[in-house]
């Protein structure tokens, strides 16, 4: 693979005449790998590169005027083998050398902390105007999992620092931690962590990474007109943002996000269980990646999540282990579209075996939830660490998820356990039809029915309540059963009365928005009145104001306090989950809460209405999901994902990274993958999820009767 990439960098090179070119053929000395990153792109630029033992071999060998590059191997363990003494020092003055030294345990004059400092949410940021370009004093730097030598000096080019901030550190440097990170000293410029590292441990934003090295290079080999021309990159988009998508790329971009689950290793496989049972009982459920070697399950075991945000040096990412229902649920029903799509049957037997965990197999469904007696009857717990809490969200993707997946099935299997999971949910529901949030089954059983019956509750949060209300309109079509539609339209139009600025905004209003967009649609399907026509669109014009001419949606905050904690100062960065955005016009678009619902809701919205404005925007959105999915050769277990943010200005992977959770470079099996993967195949196939879903059963009105008599 790498003799292959220097061969195509190799045949781009052209011998240029120019001053500038005799700058680039000047020999380097280089202390490193030849699979460090540096040394790879140095000889793709053109440069005569010869690479030596030590340090001072490099130097020693040099010609006069030369650049000298003293590379770690070791990190993020620490050597002595980049150690430049005085005596080195005073042979590289002599010949008028320029080095460039990266995680020295020692230099002249400086007193080095050799237990280096492993960080997470800590950025780069740039404290100096001279590094020129997209590069602002401010300006931030994603430097993954950093591990940094604290050395105190004066006046750094770059320091390494938690802090606020989409682009740039809001509130400056105040009140947080900052270790030097690169500065200059004579001669020399110095790196307190590895640089050189920058495609490997995927540092970003891709632009601004470019501009450091090139005025790192520029400095060292004295080339103030140097341009890097063959930027190495190991994920990027699968398209550019103006290039034309060939013939079949959005059904061939369904293919490798389902194929994306295997590659993964999401299937929990009997031969690593304990591992799988070991990691989610780690804080967040979060663990190391999964080893490429290891063997794929068949979904009897179940789907675990995804990846985490924090991107190792190694550029592989942490994974969340969490078991959860909601995503056993969306998963079955992007595994049985591929089935039905392609005709492939092991698509088919992994969704049937992903519901068939979730009903029989788990704890979600069993206890409490599994005694027709219990109030709690029929609920679906969030995940097996915590099968007796209760997000109506999480049971509504649940449910639409396996609904979806019997459709595509052509079965009714799992009917029942459908049917008493909607009434389960609906029994608990208010007066005005809301639930709240959260709820426990502890809780259930000593309150019982009635007192969630009676409750005089108003939650106006979409994200929470609003698909488990279309859900209800679901099944009022399905049976007739007059309360699932009345106190839906109540909750809906108070809801509608509330908006914008009494919504509970959570981490988005444009997540409200996209949520609130399909009971909207549905309720259209039932009574198609003005007024419910006129609430669709106000909600489906604003949250499309926003959508860009790439397609993304760009994301946006409330009014007013939101649902998770405020970023008020740099010590609340990375404590809580959060918005990838500071402020509304940061652009950045949204795919684990926003563009992966909108485009679903906005599809269905599109064949309730016939409204050309929202089927327009269904293309657009899936033509910028297309082209933002993940490409990587080398990175198998995110080739054919999409990451949670995507900034579609610079065209790359970035936002603010605040999320304790869910950041900017989370992947999630079912939130973001099933939602894009099955709306982009209903888009291609121009068909509906109201349609597809439009059978029913005789147990399904049966169930719902049984249900309601039961208080």
Not at 104 to 131: A, C, D, I, W, Y
Not at 379 to 407: C, E, K, Q, V
Not at 599 to 609: D, P, R, V, Y
Not at 622 to 645: C, E, M, P, Y
Request: charge should be positive.
């Amino acid at each position: 693979m790498l003799s292959k990439f220097l061969t195509i960098c190799f045949s781009l090179l052209i011998v240029i005449t120019t001053a500038s070119g005799f700058s680039k053929r000047k020999q380097i000395a280089f202390c490193g790998s030849t699979a460090n990153d540096l040394y790879i792109l140095l000889k793709c630029e053109g440069y005569k590169v010869k690479q030596y033992p030590s340090p001072s071999a490099a130097i020693n060998a040099a010609a006069s005027g030369s650049a000298v590059f003293i590379i770690s191997e070791s990190y993020p363990e620490v050597s002595t083998k980049n150690d430049v003494t005085e005596a080195m020092l005073s042979t590289a003055n002599k010949k008028d050398l320029k080095l460039y030294i990266e995680y020295p345990s020692s230099f002249p004059g400086l007193k080095v902390n050799t237990s280096p400092l492993e960080t997470r949410f800590e950025r780069g940021v740039v404290t100096s105007s001279e590094l020129g370009g997209v590069l602002k004093p401010m300006s931030l730097l994603g430097i993954h999992n950093c591990h940094i030598l604290p050395v105190n000096v004066s006046n750094p080019l770059v320091v390494l620092a938690r802090v606020v901030g989409f682009d740039k550190a809001e509130y400056g440097l105040a009140n947080t931690t900052t270790y030097p990170l690169l500065f200059e000293s004579g001669n020399a410029m110095i790196s307190m962590t590895k640089l050189s590292n920058f495609a490997t441990a995927r540092y970003g934003p891709n632009e601004s990474i470019k501009q450091l090295w090139t005025y790192i290079l520029s400095q060292v080999t004295d080339n103030k007109a140097l341009k890097i021309k063959h930027w190495p990159r190991h994920v990027s988009p699968m398209y550019g943002k103006n290039q034309k998508l060939p013939k079949g790329a959005r059904i061939n971009s369904v293919k490798k996000g389902v194929e994306w689950f295997d590659n993964a290793k999401l299937f929990i496989h009997p031969n690593w269980k304990d591992l799988w049972l070991k990691n989610q009982a780690n804080k967040g459920a979060q663990g190391p990646p999964i080893d490429y070697n290891k063997p794929s399950g068949d979904g009897a075991l179940g789907i675990i999540e995804g990846h985490t945000s924090l991107i190792n040096y190694n550029g592989r990412q942490q994974y969340n282990y969490w078991m959860r229902a909601d995503v056993q649920g969306e998963v079955s029903m992007a595994l049985a579209a591929a089935g039905s799509a392609f005709k492939d049957e092991k698509y088919n037997e992994k969704a049937i075996n992903l519901i068939n965990y979730l009903f029989d197999t788990s704890n979600m469904r069993a206890g409490a939830k599994n005694d027709p007696n219990s109030p709690a009857y029929g609920l679906i717990g969030w995940a097996t660490t915590n099968p007796g809490t209760f997000y109506g969200d999480d049971n509504a993707r649940a449910i639409l998820g396996i609904i979806g997946a019997s459709a595509y099935l052509k079965s009714n299997q799992w009917d029942r356990e459908l049917t008493e999971a909607i009434m389960a949910n609906f029994r608990t529901t208010g007066k005005q039809g809301f639930r709240s949030e959260r709820l426990e089954e502890h809780d259930i059983v000593k309150n019982g029915l009635k007192f969630y019956e009676n409750r005089d509750l108003f939650y106006p949060s979409p994200h929470f309540e609003s698909w488990m209300w279309a859900l209800y309109l679901w099944l009022y079509n399905k049976t007739g059963y007059e309360p699932l539609l009345t106190k839906t339209k109540t909750a809906i139009k108070m809801t509608m009365d509330a908006y914008p600025n009494k919504w509970l905004w959570g981490s988005s209003l444009q997540t409200q928005r996209a949520r609130m967009v399909l009971p909207l649609a549905w309720l259209v399907r039932i009574q198609d009145t003005e007024e419910h026509r006129r609430w669709l669109d106000i909600v489906a014009t604003d949250l499309l104001k926003a959508q860009v001419e790439s397609g993304g949606i760009r994301e946006e905050i409330g009014e007013g306090k939101g649902h998770f904690k405020e970023l008020k100062s740099n010590s609340d960065y990375g404590t809580d989950e959060s918005s990838l955005i500071f402020e509304n016009g940061d652009p950045v678009a949204e795919m684990l809460y926003t563009c992966n619902f909108a485009i679903f809701s906005l599809n269905e919205a599109a064949h309730a209405t016939g409204n050309q404005k929202y089927k327009t925007a269904v293309d657009k959105l899936s033509d910028f999901l297309t082209r933002i999915q993940v490409n990587s050769k080398k990175h198998k277990d995110l080739d054919g994902s999409w990451f949670r943010a995507f900034e579609y200005d610079r065209w790359d992977y970035w936002a603010s990274n605040a999320d304790v959770g869910w950041g900017a470079w989370c992947t999630l099996s079912g939130w973001i993958q099933s939602w894009i993967v099955t709306t982009q195949l209903q888009v291609e196939k121009k068909e509906s999820y109201w349609e597809l879903t439009k059978g029913s059963s005789d147990s399904i009105k049966q169930t719902v009767d049984v249900m309601a008599k039961k208080k």
